[in-house]
């Protein structure tokens, strides 16, 4: 990982610097952390409070103009951490 990598980013400056790198990375506490080190393989009790968290937040946001999305979904710059919860909402596009 570069120099760049090891000190703190504000957002602006980690999507700049995200944009050259061929592996995925979060943004967390203004460090970069690459995707092979970040937690993996959730519990079948972790998914499941997942998905029904995903379906309430989507039945409750149904006729607005908001989705629940999972981790996978990348944050913008307006993140503080750009690193979210596993679900979040945003405005569909």
Do not use: K, Y
């Not at 995200?18 to 943004?27: C, D, K, L, T, Y």
């Not at 506490?29 to 937690?39: A, E, K, L, S």
């Not at 149904?62 to 690193?83: E, I, K, L, N």
Request: proline share 9%; charged share 25%.
């Amino acid at each position: 990982m570069a120099d760049a990598a090891r000190r703190r980013m504000t957002p602006e400056e980690f999507f700049r610097w995200q944009e050259g790198q061929e592996e995925p990375s979060e943004r967390v506490d203004g460090i970069p952390v690459p995707q092979h080190r970040m937690m993996t393989g959730a519990s079948v009790q972790h998914d499941r409070v997942t998905v029904n968290v995903i379906i309430t937040s989507g039945n409750q946001l149904r006729g607005s103009r908001c989705r629940p999305t999972t981790d996978d979904v990348r944050c913008g710059p307006s993140s503080p951490r750009s690193a979210g919860p596993t679900s979040r909402s945003s405005a569909a596009r």
